[in-house]
């Protein structure tokens, strides 16, 4: 015989038990806010170097007048792999290659000025890779155009942590609270749509298949 779910009946145990699904939602807030301050900090540090140039003059082609040329010229080249193996060698830090520091900071041009950003999980790398790669870049400069007009002029010795541990957090929250609920709405209507009880006159016939001659009604003393 197929099974019919009353969804009135449903809903109305799940009213009757309001007190205890309010009861197990404020239990499953409170294990989530517990689990919430013990989140691990998956945002971002970012830190800053910043490389002071002075103009220089040079000729774009053979021929041409002398043209000011600025910083911005070689502003590809820091994310160069020679830049990045030189910042490698400079760190010595085992986990950080030639591959992945080259994702790890980007750049940003203001007049004479160059900085570099880099992004990290932790504080002290990402200090320790932003003045990595402004000397390495620095170098690999001179290297190049044997010019002395480029050098670091402030180095990063902080980082700014941008919080995205803050969404995991909330996110964390919610997901106890919500299958707190969810599973305390579940049991009860579990218990309800399996329960022994005859809860209304269909129930009693079966759907009609069967004629009702009494029901014995269950009176609480």
Not at 47 to 63: D, L, Q, R, V
Not at 99 to 128: C, P, R, W
Request: with cysteine; charged share 20%.
């Amino acid at each position: 015989m197929e099974m019919k779910i009353n969804c009135r009946r449903c809903f109305y145990e799940l009213w009757r038990k309001k007190r205890l699904i309010a009861l197990i939602v404020l239990l499953s807030l409170l294990i989530g806010i517990y689990m919430m301050l013990n989140v691990k900090e998956m945002g971002n540090y970012s830190a800053t170097a910043s490389i002071y140039s002075m103009f220089y003059y040079g000729e774009k082609e053979e021929g041409t007048k002398n043209r000011e040329i600025g910083i911005e010229e070689f502003s590809e080249v820091v994310e160069s792999s020679n830049v990045a193996k030189r910042a490698v060698a400079m760190l010595n830090i085992e986990w950080i290659t030639v591959h992945n520091i080259q994702s790890m900071y980007q750049i940003s041009i203001s007049g004479n000025f160059l900085y570099v950003s880099t992004y990290s999980y932790d504080k002290k790398t990402a200090v320790e890779v932003a003045n990595a790669v402004a000397e390495a870049f620095v170098i690999e400069y001179k290297n190049l155009t044997g010019l002395e007009n480029i050098q670091v002029f402030e180095k990063a010795d902080h980082a700014t942590y941008y919080s995205g541990d803050a969404r995991n957090r909330k996110l964390t929250l919610l997901i106890f609270t919500g299958v707190g609920f969810f599973l305390i709405c579940a049991i009860v209507v579990f218990c309800t749509i399996f329960s022994p009880k005859i809860q209304d006159y269909e129930e009693c016939t079966l759907d009609g298949t069967i004629e009702l001659l009494g029901v014995i009604p269950e009176i609480k003393k």
